[in-house]
């Protein structure tokens, strides 16, 4: 039995567990209005300052495979500070860098320390939560996330304009210490340490495998990684499309960023109403469904030059507002079936995440042809590979609704 909590204290565990979420989606939009300021003064093509994103996309993917079995042996907060200094260290080397090679590379740190917060996040949800309220607290996390695209580009933007793109670096230090005090603070403890947990290898791959073996993990796992690329291909393909092709300024992009960010947060609102009349699996098909249209629909426009700024802008909006109905269930149904290795499968959970989404990344920047064409692309091809995962499920082996692996339950 978990213990009860109130209102007050639901609300103050949300809202801090939220902000460990947003690091990293402060770090990966926070800088982009920066992009064209940075290739310039690094002297280098746009298309390799894109490659910082990826760079930190990559190392989110690889740390949160280490962060698991930490967070499973130390319990969840020890792992969780050494991971938030390295972020902060890392932060300032990006402030300092003079190259694109030493961004790439302190773009990794980043990553490494930041993504603590996320898989620390998502266990103790598990840990503290019903598995019955799972879904509606990751919905809440998905909206205070959401919120940070409508904050981070436009004040990146500001600092950028005002400033220089190097403090941008200082205010993502400044905040992890402030999110560093109040996890201290007040987050609980979450599962305690277990002792049993091995750091060996062996062991750590063998509760690896014994977490993808689970179908339901594996098939929602794919679904939600797959599909919640298509937001880093437009990520990584935005300040190229918006600021150099359609000529906004970096105050300008920051809004747009802001009012695509919108979408995710009403979707993920309206999710949070859906849960009560439907389920998880439900809003799934459906909002795939729709993904997968818009998505085609914008890269034929793009193909025919059929879109201006304007109807872009909508269709992308319409698209996005998938990934607030995605998001949160497909991370609900991927780790309804653990309890003791619930650090473990939310480390391989975003791992796989962030791995998909550094491959969409890379994909928009390796075909860069000045184009909008490589981000549209990006974001449908992304849609359209969750969706045949869902409808491979459902026309092989029926809905995964119907097999809940309660063997896993145990593990």
């Not at 928009?364 to 992304?382: K, R």
Request: net charge positive; hydrophobic share 50%; proline share 4%.
């Amino acid at each position: 039995m978990k213990k009860q909590i109130s209102k007050k204290e639901y609300f103050k565990i949300v809202l801090v567990l939220g902000a460990l979420c947003t690091i990293s989606p402060f770090s990966i939009d926070m800088y982009l209005p920066g992009f064209p300021a940075m290739a310039r003064e690094l002297e280098t093509p746009i298309a390799n300052i894109q490659l910082s994103l990826t760079a930190y996309l990559v190392g989110i993917a690889i740390g949160q495979l280490f962060y698991g079995p930490l967070l499973d042996k130390y319990g969840r907060k020890k792992p969780l500070y050494v991971g938030l200094g390295i972020y902060v260290l890392a932060s300032i080397g990006c402030a300092l860098s003079d190259s694109v090679e030493n961004l790439i590379l302190m773009r990794f740190l980043q990553a490494i320390g930041g993504c603590a917060g996320m898989v620390a996040a998502q266990a103790m949800v598990r840990d503290i939560f019903p598995v019955t309220k799972t879904a509606q607290v990751l919905a809440l996390l998905t909206l205070v996330i959401a919120v940070s695209p409508m904050i981070a580009p436009t004040l990146g933007g500001f600092v950028t304009a005002y400033y220089h793109w190097h403090w941008v670096f200082i205010v993502l230090a400044f905040l992890t210490v402030i999110i560093w005090m109040a996890v201290i603070w007040v987050l609980p403890d979450g599962a305690e340490p277990d002792t049993q947990v091995s750091l060996k290898p062996k062991q750590v791959w063998k509760n690896y495998i014994q977490v993808l073996q689970n179908r339901q993990f594996l098939v929602y796992m794919s679904i939600g990684g797959l599909a919640g690329a298509a937001p880093f291909a437009y990520i990584a393909g935005s300040a190229d499309v918006f600021m150099n092709i359609y000529g906004v300024s970096e105050t300008q992009y920051g809004w747009i960023f802001a009012l695509l960010a919108f979408a995710m947060i009403g979707s993920t609102q309206l999710n949070h109403l859906l849960l009560r009349k439907f389920s998880s699996q439900q809003i799934i098909n459906f909002s795939m469904h729709y993904q997968v249209t818009v998505g085609l629909l914008l890269v034929l426009g793009i193909y025919f030059q059929w879109l201006e700024v304007g109807p872009l802008l909508m269709l992308m909006f319409v698209f996005l507002t998938a990934h607030g109905l995605n998001g949160p269930n497909t991370a609900a149904l991927s780790l309804a079936p653990f309890s003791r290795n619930a650090g473990s499968a939310s480390a391989i959970l975003g791992s796989i995440r962030m791995a998909f989404g550094g491959l969409a990344s890379a994909g928009v920047s390796f075909f860069h042809d000045g184009t909008s064409l490589p981000m549209v692309s990006g974001m449908a091809t992304c849609a359209v590979a969750g969706f045949l995962v869902l409808k491979l499920d459902q026309n092989i082996n029926g809905s995964i609704s119907k097999v809940y692996n309660k063997k896993a339950l145990a593990s």
